[in-house]
């Protein structure tokens, strides 16, 4: 479609349509909505914030703030004059719990991780910054993850890769997994320089404004969001059969430490499938290893059940695949709940 539409569902017998918005810039809505809170002017304003679309009518990346209340268009903004570009889901940060937003992180299919503050009660003041740049070859067609560390700073995760037209079955270029430390400043551009290589060897993070490591297998991509918990980052990938008739593949699901991209210290993941996280979930030299392969087809995002201490993940095959993992000293408990009505 090319237009997001707002109900309401107040009453869920006599559901009211609320507007419509349309763009010409906006392409197609393959964008998630990500909804929140700006001060403007003096005013409180619910947006939501999307990602232009492939098939726009200039092929160039927009990104929007929509107001709630009556679908107009309360700010938007050509991120680059690139072409052939669209933009992955947004997502939104509130940095100090003052329940407004101050940053989105948001990513393009040509591999561009863009920063935006939206701190200002003046929409013409909200800023863009090109964060980070990926190799050639390397789109970016999943939402980044964001998580904020001990230290204070904002960390941004995303895999690299596509799986969206027959062409993709094929392509066998090298795709990574990406750690961002974001400088915090609004002005510094990181480059791959001042990443950690965590591929094929453990390196030390000191001074480094992230880290990344290189897809194991020829064909590999991620194609959906990572999520964030307990000091890991699970991820999936996938691969394509080298048939490019075929229709299969093989999903992997990840978990790596946040801080340095590294194989967890100790096992996380079921690796063995005996529904137990233990000592025998290592590979065959005793190590523990970053993935666990789930079986054919294109897999989901990560879902986690903290309750039960499950990573779910659904593959295009419709299997279900529910993973034990273990949070080990991290174990994330709840410790209070909020019902809230703003």
Not at 18 to 25: I, M, P, Q, R, V
Not at 144 to 160: I, L, M, S
Request: charged share 25%.
């Amino acid at each position: 479609g090319g237009a997001y539409f707002a109900v309401d569902v107040t009453d869920p017998t006599v559901v009211a349509p609320l507007w419509e918005f349309e763009d010409t810039h906006l392409g197609e809505t393959w964008s998630e909505p990500k909804i929140g809170r700006v001060l403007v002017g003096t005013e409180d304003k619910w947006v939501a914030f999307v990602g232009s679309g492939p098939n726009n009518d200039d092929d160039k990346g927009y990104l929007y703030a929509i107001d709630l209340e009556d679908g107009s268009t309360l700010w938007s903004h050509k991120v680059s004059d690139d072409t052939v570009n669209w933009m992955t889901t947004p997502q939104i940060v509130d940095t100090d719990d003052d329940d407004y937003i101050e940053l989105v992180y948001v990513a393009d299919v040509l591999g561009h991780v863009w920063r935006f503050n939206v701190s200002s009660n003046v929409t013409s003041a909200w800023s863009q910054l090109l964060l980070f740049q990926t190799d050639a070859d390397q789109p970016i067609t999943a939402p980044p993850a964001v998580a904020k560390d001990p230290y204070g700073h904002f960390r941004v995760f995303f895999g690299t890769g596509q799986y969206l037209e027959e062409p993709d079955k094929t392509t066998t270029y090298t795709q990574s997994f990406y750690g961002l430390i974001d400088p915090g400043d609004g002005v510094t551009t990181i480059v791959k320089g001042d990443l950690v290589d965590q591929t094929s060897t453990e390196n030390l993070m000191t001074g480094a404004k992230g880290w990344y490591f290189d897809l194991p297998d020829s064909g590999d991509r991620v194609t959906s969001e990572a999520d964030v918990l307990s000091g890991l980052v699970f991820f999936t990938s996938f691969y394509p059969d080298s048939d490019a008739c075929g229709v299969g593949g093989t999903a992997k699901l990840y978990a790596v430490d946040y801080i340095d991209g590294t194989a967890p210290d100790e096992p996380v993941l079921d690796i063995n499938g005996d529904g137990t996280v233990d000592s025998n979930d290592t590979d065959g030299s005793g190590d523990v290893p970053k993935y666990v392969l789930l079986g054919d087809g294109v897999p989901s995002k990560p879902v986690i059940d903290v309750k039960n201490q499950q990573i779910i993940v659904q593959t295009s095959d419709t299997t279900i695949h529910t993973k034990q993992f273990s949070a080990g000293a991290n174990r994330v408990r709840m410790v209070s709940w909020q019902e809230r009505f703003d």
